[in-house]
């Protein structure tokens, strides 16, 4: 498997060496609102805008990273409780009662609902 990956990494650099030899010539000039740059050539704007694409990915993935480890962290949180109230639970003996319930409805025998 890694051999096919170096296999398709050698060609894709082969790739774009070859776009930017064959594009050396040409030049262009970018435009955005009233700021013009002097010209450059093609591929220098070509990798350009692919270095601030990667640069806007990694800021975007970053953030993404860090919402899901907060997340992580208060599932794990609320995971470690309800671990420890089933433990707490497991551990009542049959005598023990640990909180009242606040359920104050009943069934009677004719299956109508009573305060009691």
């Keep these: 498997m890694w051999i096919i990956k170096w296999i398709i990494s050698a ?7 070859g776009f930017a030899v064959q594009n050396t010539d040409q030049v262009v000039s970018l435009t955005f609102i009233k700021w013009q740059s002097i010209n450059l050539p093609l591929w220098v704007v070509m990798y350009a805008s692919f270095v601030c694409g990667m640069l806007f990915w990694l800021l975007v993935s970053i953030f993404r990273v860090i919402a899901l480890k907060t997340e992580n962290r208060k599932i794990k949180k609320d995971l470690k409780k309800t671990a420890d109230e089933l433990n707490k639970l497991r551990n009542v003996s049959v005598n023990e009662s640990l909180e009242p319930v606040a359920n104050t409805t009943s069934v009677s025998k004719g299956g109508v609902k009573t305060e009691e």
Aim: no cysteine; glycine share 0%.
């Design 11 to 17: 060609i894709l650099v082969v790739l774009i060496i």
